[in-house]
């Protein structure tokens, strides 16, 4: 009798484990996503995230664009319940059970708390590292991760930047990005070396290398080229 109890407990108990929902951890959702889920064929959108700071980045056909200034994190229950109307920003960690967004971080009060009704607690969440998906409003959203956001959108983060005054690209990709300031810049494969290509004001171009007066950039193309220091903000 004693062996039949407990081989039933032994049973009961992995039936119960098997219903808990597995942890998951937040180092594997640093970094690019693309959505590739969006019904919206003209929009292009995207999510940085660099420790609990998330920046979705959205990108229509028109040229137009949109950010939300995020704080993404786990916790270890749903709270979904109507009774709670406040949650407090040191409640998300780097791992748990529920993945959890405030949407923007502007709605967070000087005490940490925000409102229940301004965050996204995720009904269904998973992420490897390179596919992530995410259940948030009864909408299931898919994103792959990227290695670095093309020139183009690279741009428009650029352009989104002045406008809101931020250096989104600083604060979440670690990368310096630099304006074109003479009217026109001459593109040159090594230094005192010239090509065709030109650079004109307003461009950006990635910094890679400073060396003496020449300043090696990556400019959208193949393979990286040098422009002279004083061409460039």
Known sequence: M??????LLIFVQIKLQAQVKPETDLSLLQGIWVCTSNQDSSTASYKLVKNNDCLEFYV???GGSDTYDMMVGFQSFASNSAK???M??????????YYTEIIDKNDI???????RSFCVIASYYECDGE?????GNSALYEFSKINQ???DILTKLYERGKKDQRNYIKEFLDINVRE??????????????ATANRLKKGDIVNIWEEKGDWIKVDYGVEEPAWVKKVDVQ
Do not use: A, C, M
């Open 149 to 151: 956001l093309s020139h």
């Open 131 to 135: 596919r992530l998906s995410i259940n």
């Open 180 to 193: 074109i300031t003479t009217p026109i810049s001459i593109i040159y494969s090594v230094p005192e070396q």
């Open 2 to 7: 004693k062996n039949i109890f407990f081989l």
């Open 60 to 62: 229509s056909n028109d």
């Open 84 to 86: 709670i109307e406040w």
């Open 88 to 97: 407090y920003v040191d409640s998300l960690k780097e791992n748990g059970l």
């Open 109 to 115: 009060k000087g005490d940490g708390s925000v409102r």
